[in-house]
């Protein structure tokens, strides 16, 4: 798996790439990996305890996240991710109280107005993070689109663009890499390699060498990167998307890395695959391994984490204290952004709803629970 | 007889047909070892083997257009689409390949591929887990699509598309999969329920319902209130959209002179419209009342608010009133 010291080598990548990181940033990277850490636990524990319907629990996968989120230039470039990057979010500054509201879907959940299953976020600061999209690989030609609007517009930013293994099956995936090349477009295809795709491994999802490999048909150069060493992921996302704001084209980079949880709160790993895999990975987690480094360096020792993890416990528990409480949004939301304009018809059906309930009261409650 | 869910039904009628037929292969997202994220392939690539049970790529138009291919040459392919909602990157092979194959080659070619997909909502699921997108498949000549309500018809229905020779869209009411009041002995081996007829799924005098899926015993639970009150609701499972049995809506419209069409799917251009006017156009000299439509709102699928949308016995109630006192 490409390091740091390999991406550095690499010709296409080394004339980009961001200076090293300083100590402060370092600590700032783990800070930020043990309050995503901390959320994306605390959010399984809500669910268990049905406080929230639903999660994806990104563990294992953070330092894709923050490496990448690390170079990320919210003034300048778009973000498209997918449903696993929570990470990306608080690096960003995303508040963790915005984060969990949309969990609650509550009132003031601003990015779905409840309309999304947990985990869709929508933001338009602290940076353009793009609306997620249940059905996988549909935002790939919408980061393209994006960045070839930048090319046209003369903007110097670049696209960023998230999603999994199993998305790259999509013709999502196919057309926006084949839009890329062509184009030239100023956008990072980042492809979270976490070995499955719900149960399917990634040897039943392509007979390719690599998935990095695939950018190479579609005049996309691709480069595989270690996804659970925050420094390496950082070295090869920065300089892809500086090669990209610098007319360099697109890149497409496959971050290795691990699903250490379920698919979702509502999947069973063990059904299908082997808990020896899982172990072997937790050697390699994302955290330790930081920890590792910068304990070498003299920047971390056992308090100072230990405080860390206190203080994002704090605002996580914080944040959900803030947000369960709250009631959903109004019933005329379910009526508004539909279009710009709203219809006669949906007011005629907004009213039709407010009498039923001025008839009936609170309308009965949902029954199922949430399979995936 | 054993007692089984709708998703037991499902389980239970894949596992029968490809006992029985060795032309049988189902596959898509998750059906191997997983047993598929709702459980409807549950054990069936241990019975019957990775070669008859597979995994696929994430693509459902891959998905659907390998099992056109599959079913050209011989084989009886039962293609999951994990969730309806994810139905439409596979939208162009079934509505350009799959619905128009025989019409296209003059009926040298037919492609008998079974899409098994959950529809609906009520699961918490939100804007991409709930559609109820019924109405684009029976807009689309060449496809037959089915929505069974109990466990029995689920079998039988599933077991009858198998032996076609036509394309079916089957779409299963997911919120109701596991519902364990629903649950009823169902045969153990082969036995068919005949595509293209709907069910009298209880007998009145006063109003037909039109319904399906999941909005089957919303609606009974509707009549049963009704009842209390005095009034008779004829509850029609239509089970097969498309082709549809006219015949039988037809008859209960002429025998009550009223009509309610429930679905989940939002009213505009809903399959109730369909319904509708087909009462308007052949028997709108027995009506008595005026047709009522309860459906979904004409927005996308709402998540918090999902109760609020979702038609229920109350408002399937609200359209009596209003129909009985016209
Ligand atoms: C078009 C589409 N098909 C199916 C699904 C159901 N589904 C949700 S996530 C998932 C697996 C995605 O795997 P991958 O792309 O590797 O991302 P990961 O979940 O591993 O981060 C599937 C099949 C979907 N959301 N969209
Ligand atoms: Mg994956």
């Given at each position: 798996m490409t390091t740091s010291a390999e991406i550095a080598q690499n010709p296409l990548l080394a004339p980009f790439l961001p200076p090293p990181a300083s100590d402060e940033e370092c600590l700032r990277f783990y800070r930020d990996m043990v309050r995503t850490r901390?959320?994306?636990?605390?959010?399984?524990?809500?669910?268990?305890?049905?406080?929230?319907?639903?999660?994806?629990?990104c563990e294992g996968e953070e330092a894709c996240h923050?490496?990448?989120?690390?170079?990320?230039?919210?003034?300048?470039?778009?973000?498209?991710?997918?449903?696993?990057?929570?990470?990306?979010?608080?690096h960003l500054g995303v508040p963790v109280e915005d984060l969990v509201h949309q969990m609650f879907n509550n009132e003031k959940d601003a990015g779905s107005r409840g309309r999304q299953m947990p985990v869709h976020f929508s933001f338009v600061k602290p940076a353009r993070w793009v609306s997620i999209s249940s059905p996988?690989?549909?935002?790939?030609?919408?980061?393209?689109?994006?960045?070839?609007?930048?090319?046209?517009?003369?903007?110097?930013?670049?696209?960023?663009?998230?999603?999994?293994?199993?998305?790259?099956?999509?013709?999502?995936?196919?057309?926006?890499?084949?839009?890329?090349?062509?184009?030239?477009?100023?956008?990072?295809?980042?492809?979270?390699?976490?070995?499955?795709?719900?149960?399917?491994p990634t040897h039943k999802q392509t007979a390719s060498a690599s998935f990095a490999v695939k950018g190479r048909a579609y005049g996309v150069p691709g480069v595989v990167v270690d996804g659970n060493d925050v420094l390496a992921v950082r070295d090869a996302v920065g300089a892809a998307l500086e090669r990209a704001r610098q007319g360099g084209g697109p890149t497409l980079i496959e971050a290795v890395t691990y699903r250490i949880g379920g698919h979702s709160s509502s999947d069973d790993p063990r059904r299908y695959r082997?808990?020896?895999?899982?172990?072997?990975?937790?050697?390699?987690?994302?955290?330790?391994?930081?920890?590792?480094?910068?304990?070498?360096?003299?920047?971390?020792?056992?308090?100072?984490k230990k405080d860390l993890e206190d203080r994002a416990r704090d605002e996580v528990l914080a944040a959900v204290d803030a947000?369960?409480?709250?009631?959903?949004?109004?019933?005329?939301?379910?009526?508004?952004?539909?279009?710009a304009q709203q219809t006669p018809r949906l007011v005629r059906q907004r009213a039709e709803l407010r009498s039923e309930l001025e008839r009936h009261g609170r309308s009965t409650s949902a029954d199922g629970a949430f399979p995936l | 007889m054993?007692?089984?869910?709708?998703?037991?039904?499902?389980?239970?009628?894949?596992?029968?047909?490809?006992?029985?037929?060795?032309?049988?292969?189902?596959?898509?997202?998750?059906?191997?070892?997983?047993?598929?994220?709702f459980g409807a392939t549950d054990k069936i690539q241990a019975e019957f083997g990775e070669a008859r049970c597979f995994d696929t790529p994430l693509s459902e138009d891959g998905i659907v257009g390998t099992a056109i291919g599959m079913a050209l040459n011989g084989l009886r392919p039962i293609a999951e689409i994990q969730f309806q909602d994810f139905i439409y990157p596979a939208f162009d092979q079934i509505v350009s390949e799959l619905a128009k194959m025989r019409y296209r080659s003059g009926g040298q070619y037919a492609c008998p591929v079974v899409v098994r997909t959950p529809y609906g909502g009520g699961i918490r699921g939100g804007l991409y887990h709930s559609q109820s997108a019924e109405a684009y498949f029976t807009h689309t000549p060449g496809l037959v699509t089915v929505i069974p309500s109990t466990p029995y018809d689920t079998k039988g229905l599933l077991l009858s598309a198998l032996q076609g020779e036509d394309p079916v869209i089957f779409f299963e009411p997911k919120r109701i999969y596991r519902d364990p009041a629903l649950a009823e002995e169902v045969p153990e081996g082969m036995y068919t329920v005949p595509i293209g007829k709907a069910r009298l799924a209880r007998e009145g005098s006063h109003i037909s319902v039109f319904c399906y899926g999941a909005m089957v015993p919303v609606c009974l639970q509707a009549a049963e209130q009704a009842e209390a009150k005095g009034i008779s609701l004829e509850v029609l499972d239509l089970r097969t959209l498309c082709p549809l049995d006219e015949a039988a809506v037809l008859a209960s419209v002429r025998k009550t002179g009223r009509a309610i069409v429930v679905h989940e799917a939002p009213k505009f251009c809903g399959y109730g419209a369909e319904i509708s006017a087909l009462i308007a156009e052949e028997a709108v000299d027995s009506l008595e009342a005026p047709i009522v439509r309860v459906a979904g709102f004409d927005t996308p699928f709402p998540n918090a608010l999902e109760n609020y949308y979702m038609p229920d016995a109350r408002r399937v109630m609200d359209a009596v009133d209003r129909v009985m006192s016209f």
């Open positions: 901390t959320y994306d636990r605390q959010m399984i524990v809500l669910q268990r305890q049905g406080k929230i319907g639903f999660t994806i629990p923050i490496g990448a989120a690390s170079t990320f230039r919210p003034e300048i470039d778009w973000l498209f991710p997918s449903y696993r990057q929570q990470g990306m979010a608080l996988l690989g549909t935002q790939i030609p919408h980061a393209v689109g994006c960045a070839r609007a930048m090319q046209m517009k003369g903007e110097k930013g670049a696209a960023l663009v998230c999603f999994g293994d199993g998305s790259t099956s999509t013709s999502g995936f196919h057309s926006g890499l084949t839009f890329a090349g062509v184009w030239k477009a100023p956008v990072v295809f980042l492809c979270d390699n976490n070995g499955w795709a719900i149960s399917v082997p808990e020896g895999e899982v172990l072997q990975w937790q050697q390699r987690d994302p955290l330790a391994r930081f920890e590792t480094l910068l304990g070498e360096r003299g920047l971390l020792n056992s308090s100072m947000a369960a409480p709250l009631p959903p949004p109004p019933l005329d939301s379910i009526f508004e952004d539909v279009l | 054993p007692k089984l869910t709708i998703i037991a039904a499902v389980n239970n009628a894949i596992a029968t047909a490809m006992r029985n037929d060795p032309r049988v292969v189902v596959f898509g997202e998750d059906v191997g070892k997983k047993g598929g994220v």
